[in-house]
């Protein structure tokens, strides 16, 4: 694409967005970011979430909460923070193998070398980053018969970029005749969002003879503002070497993007610039609008069954917003041709121009999940535990959410008074692949502090993990 | 507060644990690696027409079509020549006559015959003079009056010449009778066509005197004739044409062609139609080069070339067939010199005709030699400059090797062999680009498969050749300064050992179709990237 951004602004854009954008409790996608303690759970979170950790989760489980409680998480004591970020084919050793250099100089690649580094990209050659914070969440339940209300506001900043194989192949072995290089693979999406939620749950509570205790629903309502939106909508580009060596192909990409007037974003075909006035509160680019519903089921046994359709909704951009294409096909098999040059850079580079509006949708996503909590006198183990099984399946692949369905397990342990929760769990699918998650959970009567990390392979073998990810925040209980 | 404190203590020792198990690399360094880019060069696709479209080939063809390719079609060569030139010819003779003209008696007429014989009807005269000498032997003075009743001074008036000669004397007169008419008078009797009456009478006192009259008709030449002149010979022309051959002459010995024409014309150019016949007699064409080498075109019954310019105009078109046309342009003269000679009414008839000083004899040649042709192997050497900056020359050292393809697809009968040898500022060779390792076989290009018997091309050829390029010839190619390149070409199985090689075909949608493509090894260091 053409350099259409002010290179200093989008810098800032990117660093900025990264910093002071996070979410704090499980909510966008199938695979993002979530607090710290369904992170610790290997975000197994739909029976085992309560109280505001259950917002953008399954609603119905706010009704989790203690009559006449209130919970609510500031940045004070510690701000939930969570971060996520990792690419599903480059290990730390891989990273200082190929680009560590030999004493102090650059490593020669042999064939080998090279044929390992190509292949590393065979299944997918993504990178990621979600970051999150809550910059505030309240819920109260005055009774049961009133139910549970709560008010948030949610931050999610993230974005994810697939390198298309064809680019490594082609940067490593060069175009090799016959052989078509496809840049479908290729992805970017990449977006700044806030959420101003309200919720309500009501619990229903059932004969005691009953197989079934306990049924809960709720719902949620977002008004949802984009800070900025960057992405690719389509690519279908190939590329491939004849016999004569002509290359040929096909160019065929649309991408969007859209910023608020705070990042002071100027587009090469706009004479128009904002100044840049970056900050927590700049008018949105795009405004949308959301909901969840959820449903949570106790059944005799302490065993919870909950599924939940959360984020159904979709963000209408309409500040600075663009439209990047190319089209056409290529043909270069004359270098001294200057009609076919122009040509092909005009086909790599594209065309941009001002539209009005864009569409994108919210990362809708199905939840299903199941917990069962053994108490100390059922618990072959010494305190409680409590057991959980997810399956989510998201409906597109916005930055947090994954067509892929992931499934997770996890488990979390209060061995007893003074002893902090331990909490693990594994997950597979998703756009995290396999993650084996670690946490820790500590409660100091109306504190809750809470730190893990989704990816705990970094830890124990750090330099072979792809990823890294931690996770930490409280939440104060009264 | 103690649970609080003890909480953030285990997060703190948490955070730094997993950051610190982390091996980040010191500063990322790109790696480096070779790479094999596999680049088309050039796609480009000629046909003869644009090889040798007019305006870049004036010399070589002057009329193309889709189909028909002229190799050599030289200009319309012309060369004029005033009839004038030939009437002043006429006037290289001269008449006399004596005669007496007696006195007191009455007026004679006095016939003196024109020169050559000619006999005038009406005539203008450019020049000519009437010159009389006049001896007077009596002893007294005469008189004499001399009437010219066929010419009329340019006023009109008619010329009368009156004079005085004393007794024992002599007078000379001399008239000029430019611009004056001459009429063949009514009462001139008809056997006295070829003569200028002259009515001479004398006086005299004394009776029996006479005078001795001796009269000179000479320098006549005419603006315009109408009248019958004998078959004259008009003498000897003769015309050069400088062909600039230029580097066509590097063919010389090594070109054989087929279906050559030669188109000679002529035409009697006149503003009225009762003109003479003339006859160009014994054209003699010579080929001529700068050496001194000649060859004649000669027509194959042996026979003179004669052009008789009946009717006003006569063609003559020689082929391979009537002479040995292919012979001589296949002999690449300098120059042809074209020599013959003029005849006025070769029939030698009586027929009265015009001729004016405005007529002329137009006289053309035009060469035109088709397509069909055999080139023997013909080398050419030429050395051009390679002009590369500096920093193209960087990037090119950096090259490992290098793989060359030139595909030619060739539906043009012409095999060529092309070496190209690069040398350095001194012109030392470097090394020879060549189609293998040993760096002796030339870059073969096979000409299109054609019918011997017709010359036609029946497909193109596909040749490949490719020239590889190890390290160490890319370094001296970044080093390279000039560039020799020597091409020889033939037409299809046109040998050295062929005395008598097979023509080809060519037209001008004949085509031929190259790609150079290649692939290049290239070291990817970080400054590349």
Sequence with gaps: MKNIFNCRNLSIIILLASVFSSRAFPQFGSSGTVDARSTGLAKTYNSTSMGIYSIGINPANLSIMGESSVEFSTIIPLPLISFHSGTDFLSMNQLNYYFGGVDGKSRVLTESDKQNFNDLFSDGGSVFANFSTSLFSFAMKPSIEAGTFSLSIIDFAGGNFTIPHAIVDLGLNGNQPGKKYDFNDEKFK?????????????????????????????????????????????????????????????????????FSDGFGVKYDFDSLQHQSQFGLFMPPAGNGFGFDLGLSFLLENNLNVSLALTDIGSISWTKNTAKFFATGAILIDDLTNQEQLDSLKDKFT????????????????????????????????????????????????????????????????????????????????????????????????VIEFNLATSYFQTIVAPNSAKQISVAFGSRWKF | MKKLISALSILSLFSAFIIGCFDLPGDIIMPEWDVDLNVPIINKTYTIYDMFKPESKNSITSTLTSDDFYLVQS????????????????????????????????????????????????????????????????????????????????????????????????DSIVYDLSNHQYTFPPNQPIQNKNSLQLVASANSTINGSFE???????????????????????????????????????????????????????????????????????????????????????????????????????????????????????????????????????????????????????????????????????????????????????????????????????????????????????????????????????????????????????????????????????????NARYAIISTTVNTKNATNENPNPPTVQFKSSDWLNIKCYGKVKYHLSPEEK
């Design chain 1, 350 to 445: 594209g065309d941009a121009e001002r539209i009005e509006s864009f569409s994108t949708g919210l990362p809708t996503v199905f939840r299903f999940g199941l917990g069962y909590k053994l108490n100390e006198e059922d618990n072959f183990l010494p305190g409680t535990l409590l057991l959980g099984l997810d399956y989510n399946q998201g409906f597109n692949d916005l930055p947090g959410n994954s067509k892929t369905p992931r499934v997770s397990f996890g488990f979390e342990w209060k061995p007893g008074d003074w002893i902090p929760y331990f909490r693990s769990g594994v997950s597979l699918g998703g756009s995290d692949e396999f993650a084996w998650a670690v946490g820790l959970g500590m409660y100091t009567g």
């Design chain 2, 212 to 478: 001795n009259v001796n009269s000179y008709l000479f320098n006549f030449s005419f603006s315009s004739l109408t009248g019958s002149i004998q078959k004259t010979s008009l003498g000897n022309e003769r015309t050069s044409v400088s062909l600039n051959l230029d580097d066509a002459a590097d063919f010389r010995n090594k070109f054989f062609i087929k279906e050559a024409l030669l188109s000679l014309k002529s035409e009697y150019v006149s503003t009225h139609h009762n003109f003479f016949e003339l006859e160009i007699a014994n054209i003699q064409i010579n080929g001529i080069r700068n050496s001194g080498e000649q060859k004649a075109l000669t027509r194959n019954d042996g026979q003179n070339i004669t052009f008789s310019l009946v009717n006003g105009g006569y063609d003559l078109t020689l082929n391979e067939t009537n002479s040995n046309l292919t012979d001589f342009i296949s002999f690449l003269p300098d120059s042809i010199v074209i020599s013959s000679e003029y005849i006025l009414n070769p029939s030698n008839d009586d027929v009265v005709r015009t001729v004016t000083n405005q007529d002329s004899i137009k006289f053309s040649v035009q060469f035109t030699a088709k397509s069909i042709f055999a080139i023997k192997q013909t080398n050419f050497t030429d050395t051009l400059g390679i002009d590369l900056s500096q920093d193209d020359r960087d990037k090119i050292h950096d090259g490992i090797g290098a793989d060359l393809n030139i595909y030619l697809e060739n539906a043009i009968p012409i095999d060529a062999f092309v070496k190209v040898t690069l040398t350095d500022e001194n012109y030392f060779p470097l090394f020879t680009l060549t189609k293998n390792q040993n760096g002796v076989d030339s870059l073969q290009f096979l000409g299109s498969q054609v019918n011997n018997s017709t010359g036609q091309i029946i497909s193109p050829t596909i040749t490949l050749n490719t020239i590889a390029l190890d390290s160490a010839k890319i370094m001296q190619l970044s």
């Design chain 1, 190 to 258: 990449s977006w700044w969002i806030r959420n101003y939620g309200i919720s309500y749950s009501r619990e229903f509570q059932l004969e005691s003879e009953s197989w079934l205790k306990n049924i809960s629903a709720g719902v949620s309502f977002k008004l949802v503002h984009g800070y900025y939106y960057a992405g690719i909508e389509k690519v279908n580009t190939n590329l491939e070497t004849g016999t004569h060596n002509e290359i040929q192909g096909n160019a065929d990409m649309i991408g969007y993007s859209a």
């Design chain 2, 75 to 170: 200009d319309n060569y012309t060369a004029n020549t005033k009839v004038a030139d030939y009437v002043s010819i006429l006037s290289q003779g001269s008449t006399s006559q004596n005669f007496i003209i007696p006195a007191n008696q009455p007026a004679q007429s006095v016939f003196i015959v024109f020169p050559e014989d000619i006999e005038i009807e009406q005539a203008t005269f450019a020049s000519g003079f009437l010159s009389f000498a006049i001896q007077n032997p009596s002893s007294a003075v005469i008189s004499s009056f001399l009437q010219i009743p066929g010419i009329r001074k340019p006023d009109g008036s008619p010329l009368i010449i009156e004079t005085n000669v004393p007794a024992f004397s002599r």
